[in-house]
């Protein structure tokens, strides 16, 4: 196992060194198209999730959430809030919704709404948005996450 895993960050890092993302297309190499659940939100936010756990079984502690913090939601994290963090997949916030991801650091919240094909439901974020304030967590918004970048709709 140990040789594959040595492998496959080999691989990662010459991707990287040779490969140009196009911002404009979503076409490049994608762990989820070939596996074929490129569609299924709740497998990819299991991944993601799971990922990004501090105690997760990658064994790399506190890395895959910094990472996360700093390229996905462009904010910086402290390793001690880090090591803290609480990732909660499907956080129910009411009898109808619950958040794909919540990262809860401290008193702080940060819920992350992954939207592969679904559409958006009638004032889902600004709900989750509500329900936090009413929870009395720190929240400055809700992280929309979709493979093209895609804006959130206004009914949302």
Known sequence: ????????????????????????????????????????????????????????????????????????LKQDISDADAQNAEIVLEDKIDDKRRVDIAIFVGNKVYPIEAKVWAIDQKSQLFDYYSYYKKENKDIDKIYYLTPSGKATSKDS
């Open 1 to 72: 196992m140990e040789n594959l895993l040595n492998m496959l960050t080999e691989l990662s890092k010459s991707l990287r060194a040779n490969h140009t993302y196009k911002k404009s297309t979503t076409d490049c190499f994608n762990i989820f198209n070939v596996l074929g659940v490129q569609s299924r939100e709740v497998i990819i936010c299991r991944f993601i999730g799971e990922l990004i756990k501090p105690d997760g079984a990658h064994n790399m502690g506190i890395v895959p959430l910094k990472l996360f913090f700093k390229e996905v």
